[in-house]
């Protein structure tokens, strides 16, 4: 067969036919695959944890699941709040300003919360994932007496005080995380950010 006799706008328009073509079968397979990735309803109903604050007492904490780890809810007593001031509790923390922690803007404090006397928080042990132990007696022989009462791992050996600041000579590095939350009504809180 002679070249001569080849019209190449026949076979221009022949491959971009071809192209076209194949770019829309590929976008046709790609529409199932790319849906698969989107959460599924049972997974946006676990975006957010919705908890009643009513029924907690004064230096109690609930634990309450939210996207599959625990989280403290803590109704902090006056007597609480009072010792993250102590000096000698504070003078011996690792980040008492929480500036290498995981959590919101909000909590940007000293209490770690957006309302003093509670506390939202995930409770994991930053140092390899065990869960602490609520300790809020004052006393005891951690940290050389200045305990005022916090969270304690038994794993190995790592101490918060009453906002999940880590103590110096934790093996824990940072404070416990804190997760976004925001209070619905006086009696309701609700963890995680709601899905738009």
Known sequence: MSTDSVNPNRRRFLNWTAGVVGAVGVGYAAVPFIRSMSPSASVMAQATTTVDLSKIQPGQRITVMWQGKPVWVVRRTDEMLASLEDEAVVGQLKDPESQGSEQPEFAANQYRSKEPEWLVMV????????????????????????????????????????????????????NMAVPFYEFLSDNELRIGKAPA
């Open 123 to 174: 409770a994991i042990c930053t140092h390899l994932g065990c869960i602490p132990s609520y300790k809020p007696e004052s006393g005891g022989n951690f940290w050389s007496g200045a305990w005022k009462g916090g969270f304690f791992c038994p794993c190995h050996g790592s101490g918060y005080d009453l906002a999940g600041r880590v103590m110096e000579g934790s093996p824990a590095p940072r």
